[in-house]
């Protein structure tokens, strides 16, 4: 599990996360959602420790992020990381160097599942196919956690099914996901639990299902029910 | 396979009914193996937990049934079938008289257009066939 508890964090004078909680489960699929700019990705960037926060903790399975972590978690940016001039091989080879959790084999897979070349540069791709090796470098690592940020911004709906397909698939399964997007309606009925945020809080945090069951509302429904307050 | 979920009823509930719906319709035969949790949430594109979630009310439900680690089957009880049948065919009847009471039609008049509008709609199924 991921707890993220009470977490504040400004950058200069401006506070972005204004005391920020919620939990991810392993095994689940939680997604973050907010309008543009109510601090989703520093969220992420705070849980990969790649940012300080001023107050609050962060902990996964019970433990504050350490060196060995990153072997436990993974962050897929919305940006490619690798080198623009590398060939996707290359970057499997970098990756590989880098951590012990590289799944080679499922590299291979999620190659043929993409339906990319290896011997491609990762500059003459298109827009879509480096989201999807962007994806991949993260997918094919055995990590316990992924975090992902906005993976369907800007990708056409064929691209945007096969990822899909991805999270209903045992590439995801067992795994614990945090995803960011601003479009949930496409993943509705896929996502197990929806954490509402604005202006760096969390608004609501609540089971998909549960809520269908209890309330008969979907998470579009609740949303135009807190947003529009 | 594919389903069109809508997203303000529970996805499990309408994962139970589609089930419902195939044996109803006999495309699910008694007896036959049902794909496994993580095939049922591929082919339908939900979320692997609610497949489960599906199978267990399902189990509970007595439409399917699991002996030891074989992949789970589809009922042979002949009551539990019927009953699906019968359960769809009287929730379409309970929506189509409910908005047929809202607009004050007399039943011989329903009738006589539901004879009709069926046989046309059966002579097209065999014309395409």
Wanted: aromatic share 8%; with cysteine.
């Amino acid at each position: 599990m991921i707890e993220v508890k009470n977490v504040k964090k400004n950058y200069g004078r401006k506070q972005v996360l204004k005391g920020l909680s919620f939990t991810a489960e392993k095994g689940e699929i939680t997604c973050l959602i907010g309008v543009n700019g109510v601090g989703k990705t520093t969220i992420m960037k705070a849980i990969m420790a790649l940012t300080p926060i001023n107050s609050g903790e962060i902990l996964i399975d019970g433990e504050k992020i350490r060196k060995e972590s990153f072997e436990k978690i993974t962050f897929i940016p919305d940006t490619i990381t690798m080198l623009p001039q590398m060939k996707i091989c290359e970057a499997f080879a970098f990756m590989a160097d880098f951590y012990k959790n590289w799944n080679f084999q499922r590299a291979e897979e999620l190659l043929q599942f993409f339906k990319l070349d290896p011997t491609e540069r990762i500059a003459n791709l298109s827009k879509g196919n480096t989201a999807k090796v962007n994806m991949l470098l993260g997918l094919a690592l055995d990590a316990d956690y992924l975090l992902m940020d906005e993976p369907f911004s800007g990708i056409d709906i064929f691209s945007r099914e096969q990822i899909t397909e991805v999270f209903t698939s045992h590439l995801i399964e067992e795994r614990g996901v945090i995803i960011t997007t601003h479009e949930i309606s496409d993943i509705e009925h896929l996502i197990d639990k929806a954490v509402l945020i604005d202006n760096g809080e969390v608004i609501k945090e609540f089971s998909v299902e549960e809520m269908r069951e209890n309330e008969g509302k979907s998470v579009v429904d609740i949303m135009w029910e807190v947003y529009q307050r | 396979m594919t389903v069109k979920f809508n997203n303000r009823d529970p996805v499990y509930v309408q994962v139970i009914r589609h089930f419902k719906e195939q044996i109803a319709k006999g495309y699910f035969e008694p007896g036959q193996e049902t794909p496994s949790r993580r095939e049922l949430a591929n082919q339908l594109k939900i979320n692997p937990n609610t497949a489960q979630r599906a199978y267990k009310e399902m189990e509970e439900q007595g439409l399917i049934f699991t002996e030891g680690n074989m992949p789970s089957c589809i009922t042979k009880d002949e009551a539990v079938l019927k009953s699906v049948r019968e359960e769809l065919i009287m929730e379409a009847v309970d929506l189509f008289l409910g908005s047929i009471q809202s607009i004050n039609v007399p039943l011989e008049e329903v009738l006589e257009l539901v004879k009709k509008k069926h046989e046309v709609k059966s002579g097209e199924a065999e014309d395409s066939k």
